[in-house]
Nanobody
Framework: QLVESGGGLVQPGGSLKLSCAPS????????MGWYRQAPGTQASGDQA????????????DYAESVQGRFTLSRDAVQNRIFLEMNNLKPEDTAVYYC???????????WGQGIQVTVSA
C-alpha cells in the first residue's frame, strides 16, 4: 500500500530525499510520518523510532536528533510524502519506514522499509 524509494549510501554531510507513494485508495490522511530502525535493533516498523510526523490540523514534530536537518513534506496532487534529509550523519544510518493513518476509519499503513546508510 506504501512504496518507498530514495534510500541508499551517502557520505557524511550529504543529502537524500526519501519518497513514499501511497496507493491511490489512500489519499485523505489524518497522519503521515517517517520512523527509523537503527542497525542491531529488532526490525519492526511499529517499534521504530519517530523521525518526523504531521497530524492533520497540527504541526510537524521532529525527533530532536534530526531537527533542522530533516524536512517532512507532502505533494497532495501526486500523492507523495517526502523526507528530505540534509547534513546526514553516520548515526542516521537505519531502515526508514513511511507511516500513514487515513482520515476515515483511521486505518494505519506502514511501508516495507528502505535502507539509508551514511558512511565514508
Amino acid at each position: 500500500q506504501l512504496v518507498e524509494s530514495g534510500g541508499g549510501l551517502v557520505q557524511p554531510g550529504g543529502s537524500l530525499k526519501l519518497s513514499c507513494a501511497p496507493s491511490q485508495s489512500i489519499r485523505t490522511l489524518y497522519l503521515m510520518g517517517w520512523y527509523r530502525q537503527a542497525p542491531g535493533t529488532q526490525a519492526s516498523g511499529d517499534q521504530a523510532d519517530l523521525v518526523a510526523r504531521y497530524i492533520s490540523g497540527g504541526s510537524t514534530d521532529y525527533a530532536e536528533s534530526v531537527q533542522g536537518r530533516f524536512t517532512l513534506s507532502r505533494d497532495a496532487v501526486q500523492n507523495r510524502i517526502f523526507l528530505e534529509m540534509n547534513n546526514l550523519k553516520p548515526e542516521d544510518t537505519a531502515v526508514y519506514y513511511c507511516h500513514v493513518v487515513t482520515l476515515h476509519k483511521r486505518v494505519e499503513y506502514w511501508g516495507q522499509g528502505i535502507q539509508v546508510t551514511v558512511s565514508a
